[in-house]
């Protein structure tokens, strides 16, 4: 049997997991963890096969994904490079921030890479993906690993050097804070608090999928929803006077931060 692995068993391949069973994966799926409470949750809730030996699950791999924490990247792949594997073998980094070139570098030859950033949204099928390649990865490989996560959402390839930037943008996270932001201000001017949640998922959610569904550029869409001498426009202004913009930016530079010292873990 040979199977897609899951090294790592936490919230990503939770997610990914859970996501790949909604469109019927046709591949074996073995999750290998050190947490074997986490393996039995999965293995319930996901049908997957769990392992707790490196060498077995190895054995098993016809795609590889990485799945666990930056800082334990380094020690997991001196594990897999004692074991000395002989045949090619495709696998993929979900490590946030560490280069193709350092993933080599550590396990080299057979082993060729990619590297692939799925948000948690690929739980309910509407993921998105960023991939990137490294070298000497065959057409055919590149097709397997960009069919695995088109099946949980869309797939988009940048080159390595976009990575972190897109990393740090694209996380579901930033949805979810501003729903929460907005909703507590909402309250904090009046609204009860399930009536400024309602508000402010129409006013993110509903908004952007607007944008999404239609052929409107998003500068047109925002002078028709913000009336000159209105409320709206009154709220934007006041947000972009107080240095929203520079905010947010200042958010982003903080996460790229992160990625780069994950890139020396490795």
Same mark, same amino acid.
């Given at each position: 049997?040979?199977?897609?692995?899951?090294?790592?068993?936490?919230?990503?391949?939770?997610?990914?997991?859970?996501?790949?069973?909604?469109?019927?994966?046709?591949?074996?799926?073995?999750?290998l963890d050190r947490h074997s409470r986490k393996l039995q949750e999965l293995k319930r809730q996901h049908r997957v096969i769990v392992e707790e030996d490196l060498a077995a699950a190895m054995?098993?791999?016809?795609?590889?994904?990485?799945?666990?924490?930056?800082?334990?990247?380094?020690?997991?792949?001196?594990?897999?490079?004692?074991?000395?594997?002989r045949r090619r073998l495709t696998a993929v980094s979900l490590s946030a921030g560490i280069p193709l070139s350092r993933l080599q570098a550590r396990l080299g030859l057979p082993v060729r890479?990619?590297?692939?950033?799925?948000?948690?949204?690929?739980?309910?099928?509407?993921?998105?993906?960023?991939?990137?390649?490294?070298?000497?990865?065959?057409?055919?490989?590149?097709?397997?690993?960009?069919?695995?996560?088109?099946?949980?959402?869309?797939?988009?390839?940048?080159?390595?050097?976009?990575?972190?930037?897109?990393?740090?943008?694209?996380?579901?996270?930033?949805?979810? &804070? *501003? !729903? +929460?932001?907005?909703?507590? $201000?909402?309250?904090?001017?009046? #609204?009860?608090?399930?009536?400024? %949640?309602?508000? =402010?998922? &129409? *006013? !993110? +959610?509903?908004?952007?999928? $607007?944008?999404?569904?239609?052929? #409107?550029?998003?500068?047109?869409? %925002?002078?028709? =929803?913000?009336?000159?001498?209105?409320?709206?426009?009154? $709220?934007?202004?006041?947000?972009?006077?107080?240095?929203?913009?520079?905010?947010?930016?200042?958010?982003?530079?903080?996460?790229?931060?992160?990625?780069?010292?994950?890139?020396?873990?490795?």
């Amino acid at each position: 049997m040979k199977a897609t692995v899951f090294l790592g068993g936490g919230r990503i391949t939770s997610a990914l997991v859970a996501g790949l069973r909604l469109t019927r994966y046709e591949h074996p799926i073995v999750v290998l963890d050190r947490h074997s409470r986490k393996l039995q949750e999965l293995k319930r809730q996901h049908r997957v096969i769990v392992e707790e030996d490196l060498a077995a699950a190895m054995e098993l791999a016809s795609l590889l994904i990485v799945a666990v924490r930056p800082e334990s990247v380094r020690e997991l792949l001196k594990e897999i490079g004692e074991l000395q594997l002989r045949r090619r073998l495709t696998a993929v980094s979900l490590s946030a921030g560490i280069p193709l070139s350092r993933l080599q570098a550590r396990l080299g030859l057979p082993v060729r890479w990619a590297r692939a950033m799925p948000s948690p949204v690929c739980r309910n099928g509407r993921g998105l993906t960023g991939l990137t390649f490294g070298r000497g990865l065959s057409a055919s490989e590149r097709a397997t690993i960009r069919t695995l996560f088109a099946s949980v959402g869309g797939v988009v390839e940048i080159p390595e050097k976009q990575f972190d930037a897109f990393t740090v943008t694209y996380s579901s996270s930033h949805g979810y &804070h *501003a !729903l +929460a932001v907005l909703a507590r $201000a909402a309250e904090a001017i009046g #609204l009860d608090r399930q009536t400024a %949640l309602l508000a =402010a998922g &129409h *006013a !993110l +959610a509903d908004g952007i999928a $607007a944008w999404r569904s239609g052929n #409107l550029p998003l500068e047109k869409l %925002l002078k028709e =929803a913000a009336t000159p001498g209105g409320i709206a426009e009154a $709220a934007l202004a006041a947000l972009d006077h107080a240095g929203y913009q520079r905010i947010v930016q200042n958010g982003l530079y903080s996460g790229i931060k992160r990625a780069r010292k994950n890139a020396s873990l490795v």
